[in-house]
């Protein structure tokens, strides 16, 4: 079964940058091009929320509240996803998962945690 697998959270002080991650496995880079990615997160006591996604033919799109902050892109040969974020402020603090779909192909990685507190 094919995994998709975040790296790159952290604590980071508000104004700060991380760069996430998400390689997928048990795929290749030709079959994982043709997959819509995303970036979503969750904070406490919140419901889960669409950060970013990018399409297989690279269109972005983004919520408002990180738009011009976060930016989305792909790596089809590496297989894997990023999410550069930047400015980071305190209610950027969430759970950042990520999710490859495809036809009826649904998956979502385990989680990576970002904290931005001082």
């Known amino acids: 079964q094919v995994q998709f697998v975040e790296s790159g959270g952290g604590l980071v002080q508000p104004g700060g940058s991380l760069r996430l991650s998400c390689t997928a496995s048990?795929?290749?880079?030709?079959?994982?091009?043709?997959?819509?990615t995303s970036w979503y997160r969750q904070a406490p006591g919140k419901q889960r929320e669409l950060v970013a996604a990018?399409?297989?033919?690279?269109?972005?799109n983004y919520a408002d509240s990180v738009l011009g902050r976060f930016t989305i892109s792909r790596d089809n040969d590496k297989k894997t996803v990023f999410l550069q974020m930047n400015s980071l402020r305190p209610e950027d603090t969430a759970v950042y998962y990520c999710r490859g779909t495809r036809r009826q192909s649904d998956y979502w990685g385990l989680g990576t945690q970002v904290t931005v507190s001082s």
């Open positions: 990018i399409t297989s033919d690279g269109a972005t």
């Open positions: 048990r795929i290749s880079g030709f079959a994982f091009s043709f997959y819509g």
